[in-house]
T-cell receptor
Framework: KAGVTQTPRYLIKTRGQQVTLSCSPISGHRSVSWYQQTPGQGLQFLFEYFSETQRNKGNFPGRFSGRQFSNSRSEMNVSTLELGDSALYLC???????????FGPGTRLTVT | GENVEQHPSTLSVQEGDSAVIKCTYSDSASNYFPWYKQELGKGPQLIIDIRSNVGEKKDQRIAVTLNKTAKHFSLHITETQPEDSAVYFCAPGHGSGNTGKLIFGQGTTLQVKP
């Protein structure tokens, strides 16, 4: 079974731009969660989608948004990028009724 | 919300020694206690978990112990090997199977010296 895949793996953007990151969950998983990882704040939950609906949301500004498609693939978007948005963005998928989260390798976003 | 603290933040041991990482949480309703391992360039991976109706769980060289009264649980690694070098995270939660939301501790960087 293929693992969670994330594209792109690396991204460099300029302040003020917007960015879209993509995540393909493990086949059969309908839950996709997104996390931001930084040295200062650690691993922080952004949001979770289940069957195309946002099921949980963390404490991030509205510039961070996401969506999920009918095939469970998910995208997250960050608008009006700030230097502080530089981070590793991880997505995780989970099977129904399971607490285990399977993480992808992440997308390293650098904002200059 | 849940407050999660991990100690120590860094840990250096000689190969073959044991390592213990402690996680303290605030939400008394937490009933699911996992540990994740993150290697360089990879996402976190679940290595062991325990539920509140069990006090200890062991899987080969790793074990997790839970003290629900004191609201802390610990990861124990015995006979450490260089490949155990990584960052370890705890993520206590409600374990309902209906949420992908994890609240992680700050992480513990374990270095195993050959």
């Amino acid at each position: 079974k293929a693992g969670v895949t994330q594209t792109p793996r690396y991204l460099i953007k300029t302040r003020g731009q917007q960015v879209t990151l993509s995540c393909s969950p493990i086949s059969g998983h309908r839950s996709v969660s997104w996390y931001q990882q930084t040295p200062g704040q650690g691993l922080q939950f952004l949001f979770e989608y289940f069957s195309e609906t946002q099921r949980n949301k963390g404490n991030f500004p509205g510039r961070f948004s996401g969506r999920q498609f009918s095939n469970s693939r998910s995208e997250m978007n960050v608008s009006t990028l700030e230097l502080g948005d530089s981070a590793l963005y991880l997505c995780a998928s989970g099977g129904q009724g399971s607490d285990e989260q399977y993480f992808g390798p992440g997308t390293r976003l650098t904002v200059t | 919300g849940e407050n999660v603290e991990q100690h120590p933040s860094t840990l250096s041991v000689q190969e073959g020694d044991s390592a213990v990482i402690k996680c303290t949480y605030s939400d008394s309703a937490s009933n699911y206690f996992p540990w994740y391992k993150q290697e360089l360039g990879k996402g976190p991976q679940l290595i062991i978990d325990i539920r509140s109706n069990v006090g200890e769980k062991k899987d080969q060289r790793i074990a997790v112990t839970l003290n629900k009264t004191a609201k802390h649980f610990s990861l124990h690694i015995t006979e450490t090997q260089p490949e155990d070098s990584a960052v370890y995270f705890c993520a206590p939660g409600h374990g309902s199977g209906n949420t992908g939301k994890l609240i992680f501790g700050q992480g513990t960087t374990l270095q195993v010296k050959p």
